[in-house]
């Protein structure tokens, strides 16, 4: 068994167990590593230094507060005019909107909408990606774009359109929405999951690095795990 399976596995299990205990501070203190590992990971593709002070912040209030969204964007507010005040690098604020207030919009589900919203987009996202996968080795014939050359056209196709249909149909009885509204969210997330792994795959391109980290082996970092559920939970949090 390969590293990326064996990691595979293990991240299956902690996220069932967490799901299973459903416990507020377990999902906190999860969503708090993340972040802080996001952010050193966004400075290092960014080629910046967003000191890892303001994730606290973050932290801190989300936990104060319950909002993380609004937590994060206080934080991207004082950050800013720091930097301002301070004349310093604004590539800063770069690394603080893709770690900080990204994972951000991930915990804002979770606070806000409950578990079965969270899942909903984890299963959007995972399915688009998977199904993407099998689809383009099966029929995938013309390239995608040259940003990500393994992806093709017919794999993200099939992956978006078995994505929308599996993940609408769990929402339609998780969620207190319409058939046609599950189907619409779960379309747009499933869609913008793809270019969420786009703009990770073209940052990394710019920074000429193959992962943001080494962190898992055989899945890099918490960015190249999060980049797809980043936008896909922004979506759900406009729509939702």
Known sequence: MNEKIKTGII???ILLLVVFLNNKILWLVLFALAMIFALKEANNLFKTDTKIFYAVISIVLTFVSDKALYSAIFVLILQASYIAY???????LASTIYAIVGISFIYEIYLSYGLNAL??????????DSFAYFV???????KFCPTSPNKTIEGVIGGVLISTVLSALFA????NLSFYSCLMISFL?????????LFESYLKRLANVKDSANLFPGHGGVLDRLDALIFA????VIFI
Do not use: P
């Open 86 to 92: 301070k004349q310093e690098d604004l590539k800063q």
């Open 11 to 13: 991240f299956a299990v």
């Open 189 to 197: 997330m499933a869609f913008f999951s793809v270019f969420g792994d």
């Open 119 to 128: 899942i909903w987009v984890l299963l959007c996202t995972v399915l688009c």
């Open 233 to 236: 939970s922004v979506i759900l």
């Open 136 to 142: 383009g080795r099966a029929f995938g014939k013309h």
């Open 172 to 175: 339609c009885f998780a969620q």
